[in-house]
């Protein structure tokens, strides 16, 4: 059974940063696509950042460029989602998920998803 485990959402002020991390359990994390999306109140979910599974690629959301950094360790099955000059329209809960195949930033081609961490940021 194949489960998603994400952490380290908090509240934080603006312009603050935060590392959040993806446990991967019941898959083997090197053969797929990690991404991470998030959703806002009222807001339908959006893509973020992903990695491919080879570490040799990324691909960011224009207005995360520069502030968001993804990362993965494959031996530990964990991914990572660096996030720096926070502003308050980053506040959603952040999603990890894992694809097969090639880096997209397409939901729906995402079969494995987390429950989701809390990204508050205060102005």
């Known amino acids: 059974q194949v489960e998603l485990v994400e952490s380290g959402g908090a509240l934080v002020p603006a312009w603050g940063s935060l590392r959040l991390s993806c446990a991967a359990n019941?898959?083997?994390?090197?053969?797929?696509?990690l991404g991470w999306f998030r959703q806002a109140p009222g807001k339908e979910r959006e893509f973020v950042a992903a990695i491919s599974w080879r570490v040799s690629r990324t691909s960011y959301e224009e207005s995360v460029k520069g502030r968001f950094t993804i990362s993965r360790d494959n031996t530990k099955s964990m991914g990572y989602l660096d996030l720096s000059s926070l502003k308050p329209a980053d506040t959603a809960v952040y999603y990890c998920a894992t694809a097969p195949g090639v880096i997209t930033s397409d939901p729906s081609r995402y079969p494995y998803w987390g429950q989701g961490t809390q990204v508050t940021v205060s102005s």
């Open positions: 019941g898959l083997t994390l090197s053969s797929y696509t």
